[in-house]
């Protein structure tokens, strides 16, 4: 007598069939819908899809045909006739590149090769054509208006729209061009520089970059600007969670304890130290592209194990906190902290308030100890009396006016007192 068994047996027995006998660890995921929900278009390309996420969108396949245009001008450069040995090598890390994708990608082997060699030869191609104008056609639209080009940084720097970087490193090394600067470090770079929050931050750093285990051209980015605040959590006590400080006052109100503001210029972008009342910033500037470069470094932040930095989310809820008024970015702004390049205070402020909401900070903040100094310094009795001072007194010009008129009335009365004394005596 046969046994019949289930079809639900049948269907769980195939999927068990199918899964890895160890987990892969993805490094390209969705967004979370809690970031997302606060304004989806962060996340989402305008112009360019790369990778599978976004690649059927019908908005996008006009810069398809530019893909394949640069792909042609390469073969054309090199005097190659086929792209037959660039396909036979992406082919060979076809498995590998799908474990990159935290989802299961529903394209044929032929077309997820395809997608991956046009993506990554229109990446390596831009970055090169950006740097070297002679190898740019006249006719090239990306190059003759800036708005173009300003959509395909924002494209390329979106967490979901990223193939992986052992893709472009193998392109990139198979066209290198006989040119000693056509280094893929170098390039990137050189075309992230313009949309750097941080001036002169990607220079300072490239040299101490490490290539290894870069997931993608977006986790590279990361690395260059966020690779020198290692030393920022390396040396630092684990404190308890009773020790911990997760709120500071805004800057209107630290200033009113009597704490100062200066631009930091020693350090990297991410270094803010606070010492004898005084707190160090270094300079950032907030552009159109500010705040969707910092979401999606946000987003590919709170994939990192538990006991990883979160360098980019630490660093914004610090500026949360900070931020909580027009006024308080233009404190900031008069000290040379903030470049406003939006124009208006109060967009800044906005934008603050929004990168705030539904982020998780590292479970070892990497901003503790300046909270906790800060929070001391205000719990003084003398800074707390100063602030409640300056707050309920001095909060205008018009109070400092009357509190002078007040000063020298009653500064005249006491001469007229003393004369009228002296007159008295005298007689």
């Not at 600067?181 to 002169?200: R, Y």
């Not at 980019?312 to 500026?319: I, M, P, W």
């Not at 070892?364 to 009396?385: A, E, I, P, S, T």
Request: with cysteine.
């Amino acid at each position: 007598m046969s046994e019949t068994i289930d079809h639900i047996s049948v269907r769980i027995d195939n999927i068990l069939l199918d899964l890895p006998s160890s987990p892969y660890k993805p490094s390209i995921f969705r967004v979370s819908d809690d970031l997302r929900c606060v304004n989806e278009k962060f996340y989402e390309p305008k112009l360019l899809a790369v990778g599978p996420f976004h690649h059927s969108k019908k908005h996008l396949q006009k810069m398809e045909q530019h893909k394949f245009r640069y792909l042609k001008l390469l073969l054309k450069r090199r005097n190659e006739s086929s792209v037959d040995k660039y396909v036979m090598a992406i082919r060979s890390f076809e498995e590998k590149a799908r474990r990159c994708y935290a989802e299961s990608i529903e394209l044929s082997p032929d077309d997820f090769v395809q997608m991956l060699l046009l993506d990554g030869c229109f990446i390596i191609e831009l970055i090169r054509k950006y740097r070297f104008d002679e190898l740019r056609e006249r006719d090239d639209t990306i190059f003759q208006y800036d708005q173009i080009l300003g959509q395909l940084r924002h494209d390329l720097m979106l967490v979901e729209n990223q193939v992986p970087f052992f893709v472009l490193d193998q392109l990139f090394s198979m066209t290198r061009t006989g040119n000693p600067d056509d280094q893929i470090l170098h390039l990137i770079q050189i075309f992230i520089d313009a949309i750097s929050p941080w001036p002169d931050e990607a220079s300072k750093n490239t040299g101490r970059v490490s290539m290894k285990n870069i997931d993608h051209l977006l986790g590279l980015v990361y690395r260059i600007w966020c690779s020198s605040s290692a030393k920022m959590t390396a040396s630092r006590p684990v404190k308890s969670e009773k020790e911990k400080m997760l709120a500071i006052n805004s800057t209107t109100e630290l200033q009113e304890a009597g704490i100062k503001f200066l631009k930091y210029t020693e350090s990297n972008f991410l270094d803010i130290k606070f010492t004898k009342g005084v707190m160090k910033i270094p300079g950032f500037d907030v552009s159109d592209a500010t705040e969707s470069i910092l979401r999606n470094l946000i987003a590919y932040e709170q994939f990192f194990i538990d006991n990883h930095p979160k360098y980019v989310t630490d660093y914004a809820f610090f500026l949360h906190c900070l931020i909580n008024s027009s006024k308080d970015v233009e404190i900031l702004r008069r000290r040379g902290i903030v470049t406003n390049l939006l124009g208006d205070d109060e967009m800044v402020y906005r934008m603050f308030n929004r990168l705030g909401r539904n982020i998780l900070m590292s479970s070892d903040f990497c901003y503790d100890d300046v909270f906790n100094k800060v929070n001391g310094h205000c719990c003084h009795l003398r800074n707390r009396w100063m602030a409640n001072l300056r707050h309920y007194y001095f909060s205008s010009p018009w109070a400092y006016i009357s509190f002078f008129a007040a000063l020298m009335l009653l500064l005249f009365t006491l001469i007229q007192t003393v004369f009228s004394v002296l007159s008295y005596t005298k007689s």
